[in-house]
């Protein structure tokens, strides 16, 4: 073997060494800009089959009508969200929703501390929850309202109300920045008054 | 020469012949292992832990403790690769006569960094998409991520992705783009979820579907047509050290689930890992054509539409079986459908080095006609 060779091949076979040792990939975490969520298609394995421990969502609920208030955008669906209000973005962001599930889904005090979850509020107890519960009138009934206001700088505001109809518990949330919560919440309160058999 | 120096003596060793046949011997018993492997494990898993690998370990029953048993198919290579290198530096005499074997070695030696190129740079993901859907996503359903979406502006979401190997870790995840701590106080790899029932211990979630729900962990699965369901026990704490409510994650449970902090909305959920292109397509048609009178398939194909604004694409393109669609360093394949013929399923690769074993196998034919019509040419000319 001549002497350049040799040279060569002790040069070229650490830094073969070198790079495959460094080549190795290291996962870390990634921020970026995406497009808005459209509904989806089930991610699903390339074989088709479903995978392990799937919740089966609950059957789409019917029998319930409302009328959005005047100057709300009502947009269609989507999962098990029947249908979503938005109201002017003005003074502040926020959202309505409304949910129907089976039963009780869980219970009202489950519910409840789930919406304070959603704003960062730690859990109450049932003595708490009957302190906190207001009602409105509408030809379905009452329905139970609940009013918090989370904490922090900017704080948030939910305003949520349930009624049970037939086996099917019906949700409205009011959801967003305290401000814009406050100024739709009249809004919100006459769109649960005006809740009413849906004929079709 | 130069003396015979420890580099020069780890060179010899490392171009001998016995150096080759142990390696060779080495790939044999690999290649039975990992078939036998594939049973209980999978394919994926089993090439993973017996092949794409430079050390195959073992983890003794109920012991956390890996032990290396057999050296994988990534070491074996390597060895391999190198053997031959320096076999071909040091023994093969550089003339005219030899060159047909030169290349046909060429053609070899980039069969290894094909394979190579193959385990560390190839990504294989899927996109499920519905006719009239547009995607500009792939994802990768045997890694996952804990996706962050802060969804409060009202045109576009801003996505923190933090990778399974990070949640995987536990302990305390914090990004400048998150205005509070994750912390993972649970992992597991595979598991059941069911509505809590009145003998249920109390959920630990507090916020979410989790709180409504009891969670069972379950051995972790590979074998064909199997996933895993993991579930992360997630805490949301913000700055000042309040606790933001506690969920439980997993790719079992469909919808995000969130939160808002700081007047801002947040979502979070476990779901696929998920790639994103810098261009998109459009579902506009799928066909599952039978043979006449039959159910038996003819044919799968999907009518894309192609929108790269970057490059001024915007075209239609047909994927079938097959014929797969390449653009942006990524190939399309037809690999399955759905939902009533409405919904195509792309099996997404993207390797870097795909035509390296195309041109390693034209180097190594080429080398062998070089070599053997020098031979037969020789032959023909002393006949004479």
Redesign the interface.
């Known amino acids: ?1 001549s ?1 350049w ?2 040279d060569a ?2 040069i070229i ?1 650490p830094l ?1 060494l070198i790079i ?1 040792s460094s ?3 290291r ?12 509904a ?10 479903m ?5 089966d ?1 609950p059957p789409p609920a019917s029998g319930v009508s409302w009328t959005a208030p005047a100057g709300w955008k009502e947009e269609p669906g989507n ?2 969200r029947l249908a979503t209000f938005v109201p002017p ?1 003005d003074p ?2 926020s959202e309505a929703t409304v949910v129907a599930l089976p039963g009780e ?2 219970g009202e005090l ?1 519910n409840v ?2 919406w304070r ?4 509020l ?2 109450i107890d049932a003595v708490v929850l009957t302190a906190a519960r207001q009602g409105v009138k509408s030809r379905l009934g009452t329905v139970v309202v609940y009013d918090f206001t ?7 505001r939910i305003v949520a109300g349930l009624i049970q109809v037939g086996g099917t518990t019906w949700y409205f949330k009011l ?3 305290e401000k814009a919560v406050g100024k739709n919440k009249a809004a919100f309160i006459k769109l649960l008054e005006g809740l009413q058999k849906d004929a079709s | ?2 003396p015979n120096t420890p ?2 003596r780890l ?1 010899a060793a490392l171009s001998s012949m016995r150096l080759t046949l142990v390696c060779l011997g080495l790939m044999m018993a690999l290649t039975v292992i990992c078939t036998l492997a594939q049973v209980p494990l999978g394919t994926h898993v089993a090439v993973d832990r017996t092949i794409r690998t430079f050390l195959v370990w073992w983890q003794p029953e109920g012991s956390s403790l890996q032990i290396p048993v057999f050296p994988g198919g990534g070491m074996v290579g ?1 060895l391999l690769f ?1 053997n031959l290198s ?1 076999a071909q ?2 023994k093969l005499e550089w003339s005219r006569r030899k060159f047909g074997l030169w290349v046909s070695h060429l053609g070899l030696a980039l069969l290894f960094v094909g394979e190579f190129s193959t385990a ?1 740079f190839q990504v294989e993901s ?1 996109m ?3 006719i009239g ?1 547009t ?3 792939t ?1 990768d ?1 045997r890694r996952l991520e804990l996706a962050v ?1 802060d ?2 502006d ?13 949640v995987k870790a536990g302990g305390e ?1 914090a ?1 400048p ?1 998150l205005p509070f701590m994750l912390r993972v106080k649970r992992y597991h790899e ?5 509505m ?1 029932g009145p003998t249920d211990p109390p959920s630990e979630a ?3 579907v989790g ?3 009891h969670m069972h962990p ?1 051995p972790p ?1 590979s074998g ?6 993991a579930s992360a026990l997630v805490e949301a704490v ?1 700055p000042d050290g ?4 506690i969920l439980w994650l ?6 995000p689930q ?8 947040f979502s979070l959920s476990l ?2 890992r998920r790639y ?1 292109l810098p261009f998109s397509l459009t579902l506009k048609e799928f066909h599952h054509d039978k043979y006449a009178g039959t159910n038996i398939p003819k044919n799968f194909s999907s009518l894309v539409r192609l929108s790269d604004a970057g490059r001024g694409e915007n075209r239609d393109a047909l994927i079938s079986m097959n014929n797969p669609l390449r653009y942006g360093g990524k190939a399309f394949y037809q ?2 459908f ?2 009533n013929d409405t ?1 195509s ?1 792309f ?1 997404v690769i993207q390797n870097p080095g795909w035509l390296i074993p195309y041109l390693s196998c034209i180097l190594v034919s080429l080398g062998m006609l070089i070599h053997f019509g020098l031979k037969l040419a020789g032959a023909m000319g002393g006949s004479k």
């Open positions: 073997m002497k060779y040799a091949v002790e076979f073969v495959a080549s190795c990939r996962d870390s975490i990634e921020v970026r800009q995406v497009p808005k969520e459209t989806s298609p089930m991610a699903m394995p390339p074989d088709g089959s995978p392990s421990g799937m919740i969502a999962g098990i973005q502040g962001k889904a869980g489950a501390n789930r979850g959603q704003i960062g730690a859990p989370g904490e922090g700088t900017n704080r948030s959801m967003g920045d | 020469m130069r580099w020069r060179v390597a190198i320096l530096f040091m560390f899927h499920p998409i519905e859907q995607r500009d996503y994802e359903y979406v969804t409060t009202s045109e576009r979401d801003a996505l923190t992705s933090i990778p399974e190997s990070i995840i990004h783009s595979n598991s059941q979820f069911h809590r507090t916020l979410g709180a409504s729900l379950e699965v064909e047509g199997e996933q895993n369901a913000a309040r606790s933001l409510g997993s790719n079992a449970l469909g919808a969130g939160f808002i902090t700081e007047g801002r909305t779901r696929a994103y690999a399955s759905g939902k919904l399923v099996q």
